[in-house]
């Protein structure tokens, strides 16, 4: 009987897995830069001996045009530090952006405290024998009345 390991190492070793070290070392690629780039970049892939970095703002592409050599830098680096990037070629790097990846924006935070004005005015009658009961309506009474006594102020 196969292990679990030796099952998961033979799958990850099947064609149409191959893929997901790539994706390992994309990532990874992307954690190296400056935080602000980071953000920016939407996705990389390498096709052909070239990076493909597909970016969300015209902007942070004519920054990233002007880094070429941080960018092959941290590429080299990344090849050299990682076992698992060691396929990762690339003579030349594209910047485009990417009409696909729109930035989130942070939204602000609703109050979700219903504010409204009190419609009842605490007058029904308690027709109920249990004690406790009785006890926790003529709260909810009084705090009725307290409410229709403050927003009328």
């Given at each position: 009987?196969?292990?679990?390991?030796?099952?998961?190492?033979?799958?990850?070793?099947?064609?149409?897995?191959?893929?997901?070290?790539?994706?390992?070392?994309?990532?990874?690629?992307?954690?190296?830069?400056?935080?602000?780039?980071?953000?920016?970049?939407?996705?990389?892939?390498?096709?052909?001996?070239?990076?493909?970095?597909?970016?969300?703002?015209?902007?942070?592409?004519?920054?990233?045009?002007?880094?070429?050599?941080?960018?092959?830098?941290?590429?080299?680096m990344?090849?050299?530090?990682?076992?698992?990037?060691?396929?990762?070629?690339?003579?030349?790097?594209?910047?485009?952006?990417?009409?696909?990846?729109?930035?989130?924006?942070?939204?602000?935070?609703?109050?979700?405290?219903?504010?409204?004005?009190?419609?009842?005015?605490?007058r029904?009658?308690?027709?109920?024998?249990?004690?406790?009961?009785?006890?926790?309506?003529?709260?909810?009474?009084?705090?009725?009345?307290?409410?229709?006594?403050?927003?009328?102020?």
């Amino acid at each position: 009987m196969q292990t679990a390991s030796s099952i998961i190492t033979h799958i990850r070793h099947l064609p149409q897995f191959k893929l997901f070290d790539n994706y390992y070392c994309y990532n990874k690629y992307i954690s190296l830069l400056n935080p602000r780039f980071r953000k920016a970049i939407a996705f990389v892939y390498i096709k052909k001996g070239t990076l493909f970095l597909a970016l969300s703002h015209p902007g942070v592409k004519w920054e990233l045009n002007s880094n070429h050599d941080l960018l092959k830098s941290i590429l080299t680096m990344l090849i050299n530090m990682d076992e698992k990037c060691k396929k990762l070629k690339a003579n030349k790097i594209v910047l485009f952006n990417s009409k696909y990846y729109s930035v989130v924006k942070d939204t602000e935070v609703e109050d979700t405290i219903p504010h409204y004005k009190e419609r009842s005015f605490g007058r029904f009658n308690i027709e109920i024998h249990d004690k406790q009961l009785e006890k926790m309506f003529l709260e909810i009474k009084d705090l009725i009345t307290l409410n229709k006594n403050s927003t009328n102020v």
